[in-house]
């Protein structure tokens, strides 16, 4: 690993950072990397974003709510997607 490798990881956590932050309050689809063959796709509210992680509040039906959380370097190893479903707009890593 090259000492430029860590820095490039870091800035392109830090766009994927300042991307999700955008979609606070938006509807969003999440497509997510179970394992096995396994995928999930959901769509919620993208409710609140922290330094390492970001909550999305997913309706569960029966009047439940569900919240669900992914970091953000979750994102750029492609283990969860998230699109913007007004838009189809998606955050990845670039």
């Not at 669900?68 to 997607?81: G, H, K, Q, R, W």
């Amino acid at each position: 690993m090259k000492e430029g490798d860590s820095v490039a990881k870091n800035n392109d956590l830090a766009q994927i950072r300042r991307d999700v932050e955008h979609l606070v309050g938006e509807k969003v689809r999440l497509k997510a990397n179970k394992g096995r063959k396994k995928i999930s796709v959901k769509e919620g509210i993208l409710e609140k974003t922290y330094p390492n992680i970001f909550v999305v509040c997913i309706d569960g039906g029966y009047n439940t709510v569900r919240r669900v959380s992914y970091s953000y370097s979750d994102i750029l190893t492609e283990t969860v997607e998230i699109t913007l479903c007004d838009n189809e707009k998606k955050i990845q890593a670039s």
